[in-house]
């Protein structure tokens, strides 16, 4: 399985913004599932938004993003980024990186270590 590594959190005030990168390496993404998971104090771990690595389509778990989050991906780079805009307190949360080949689903997929967003008020 690929491994995957998560930068880009941070703390911001509601209504900022911050980019999650997620490197992925050890393996081709061809036909992977890439998706960001989120886990608030308190609460269990939660899907994000997921897109299809090989065609780019993306779908939302969480209506409560669609419209302030994006997902991409930068095939040359094996990356997959997290545009996170208009952000509210309950945004904060640890936000993971995951991939599912298509073979394991997200349980057992790759993950990466976390990074986390705290957005104040």
């Not at 780019?56 to 209506?63: I, N």
């Not at 904060?92 to 986390?116: E, F, K, L, N, P």
Request: glycine content about 16%.
């Amino acid at each position: 399985q690929v491994q995957l590594v998560e930068s880009g959190g941070g703390s911001v005030q509601t209504g900022g913004s911050l980019r999650l990168s997620c490197a992925a390496s050890g393996g081709t993404l061809s036909g992977y599932l890439m998706g960001w998971f989120r886990q608030a104090p308190g609460k269990e771990r939660e899907f994000v938004v997921g897109i299809n690595w090989n065609d780019h389509s993306t779908y939302y778990g969480d209506p409560s993003v669609k419209g302030r989050f994006t997902i991409s991906v930068d095939d040359a780079k094996n990356m997959v980024y997290l545009q996170m805009n208009s952000l509210k307190p309950e945004d904060t949360a640890v936000y993971y990186c995951a991939g599912d080949s298509g073979t394991t689903g997200w349980a057992r997929g790759s993950w990466g270590q976390g990074t986390q967003v705290t957005v104040s008020s």
